[in-house]
């Protein structure tokens, strides 16, 4: 979110306004204000109402507001991508640590008894030839 974050900042600092103050004029409470501005998008009660946030205090800093909710979607997205992709991989790597060394131990001769009768059965077939 560093563009998204960078632009707000740099904006309203530019005009010399407090936060205190653009929550009079925008009616955006200063706590969202100061979340967008840390990119600290936890705080905001959600989609729509971040990106209305968002959109208002673009327009009131004068800046391209769909460019900036179309660069904030991108970023969200990138990031709920990457947090879905860590979830997935820990999934997937957990079971393997949890079981037991008993149960590997057996997942480990089924396997390799697999791999001998595999090899024995072609070893057979190939002296038939």
């Known amino acids: 979110m560093n563009e998204v974050v960078h632009q707000l900042r740099t904006a309203r600092e530019a005009k010399g306004l407090e936060l205190k103050e653009v929550e009079e004029i925008t009616k955006i409470r200063t706590k969202y204000l100061q979340a967008l501005e840390?990119?600290?998008?936890?705080?905001?009660?959600?989609?729509?109402y971040t990106v209305g946030f968002l959109r208002s205090y673009a327009r009131f800093l004068d800046l391209d507001a769909d460019n900036l909710v179309?660069?904030?979607?991108?970023?969200?997205?990138?990031?709920k991508l990457e947090t879905?992709?860590?979830?997935?991989?820990q999934e997937t790597i957990r079971p393997y640590?949890?079981?037991s060394l008993l149960i590997r131990i057996s997942q480990f001769y089924r396997e390799a008894g697999d791999i001998f009768r595999f090899l024995k059965t072609s070893r057979m077939e190939q002296s038939k030839r």
């Open 38 to 48: 840390d990119g600290d998008y936890s705080i905001l009660p959600g989609g729509v």
């Open 70 to 79: 179309n660069a904030f979607r991108m970023e969200a997205t990138a990031a």
């Open 97 to 99: 640590r949890e079981q």
């Open 84 to 89: 879905t992709f860590d979830n997935t991989l």
